[in-house]
């Protein structure tokens, strides 16, 4: 089955840019989506086809997906940025969706 | 304004059965494909199960399949998860989401708050 590889946690001051990286077989031919999930709340959709934000999302978000990585990059981090994130994909080999083990972004 | 809510959760013995429901209010499911993803507590999400948005496709899980059932019913707005022969490791809080599309999965542009399911004796 597909596998998604996420860094647990990554830290960043604020005001900088924090990037966290999704790693699967060939992802760079797959679609990826990026979700925020914060403390007792449900998911969030943040960026969709690779690099798309949905409404409402500020333009600090954004992603990129080529070869074997996939990234999600945030400028000018802000406290309220600090939550676990989630990349996700559809195998069309298994016809499973499959989501990142989520990585907890710090804001230090 | 959007609403979608889980409901049925609860605490249930291992190889009992439990039923959710997802109802949504301010969007329709009819035409979009739908989802079940549960997050065990301290975990990162896991996706469970799809379905069509005819209802004539569903995929599942490999921890779920055979055990899990998903169904629809369209004139109510309505997704359901029909569990059976639930073991510890299904507890979780299980969030209905909706796809972007009707048939292959794309992304979940719409999450339910969650219900939660522990199973337990």
């Known amino acids: 089955s597909y596998v998604l590889t996420q860094p647990p946690s990554v830290s960043v001051a604020p005001g900088k840019t924090a990037r966290i990286t999704c790693g699967g077989d060939?992802?760079?031919?797959?679609?990826v989506h990026w979700y925020q999930q914060k403390p007792g709340q449900a998911p969030v959709l943040i960026i969709y086809y690779d690099n798309d934000r949905p409404s409402g999302i500020p333009e600090r978000f954004s992603g990129s997906n080529s070869g074997n990585t996939a990234a999600l990059t945030i400028s000018r981090v802000e406290a309220g940025d600090e939550a676990d994130y989630y990349c996700?994909?559809?195998?069309?080999?298994?016809?499973?969706?499959?989501f990142g083990g989520g990585t907890k972004l710090a804001v230090l | 304004q959007v609403q979608v809510v889980e409901s049925g959760g609860g605490v249930v013995q291992p190889g009992r059965s439990l039923r959710l429901s997802c109802g949504a209010s301010?969007?329709?499911?009819?035409?979009?494909?739908m989802h079940w993803v549960r997050q065990a507590p301290g975990k990162g999400l896991e996706w469970v199960a799809f379905?069509?948005?005819?209802?004539?496709?569903?995929k599942y899980a490999d921890s779920v399949k055979g055990r899990f059932t998903i169904s629809r019913d369209d004139s109510k707005n309505t997704v359901f998860l029909q569990m059976n022969s639930l073991r510890a490791e299904d507890t979780a809080v299980y969030y209905c989401?909706?796809?972007?599309?009707?048939?292959?999965?794309?992304?979940?542009?719409?999450w339910g708050q969650g219900t939660l399911v522990t199973v337990s004796s």
């Open positions: 989401a909706r796809d972007k599309w009707s048939a292959a999965p794309g992304y979940f542009d719409y």
């Open positions: 379905i069509w948005s005819d209802g004539s496709n569903k």
């Open positions: 301010g969007i329709t499911f009819k035409n979009y494909g």
């Open positions: 996700q994909v559809w195998d069309s080999s298994s016809d499973h969706v499959v």
């Open positions: 060939n992802i760079g031919s797959k679609n």
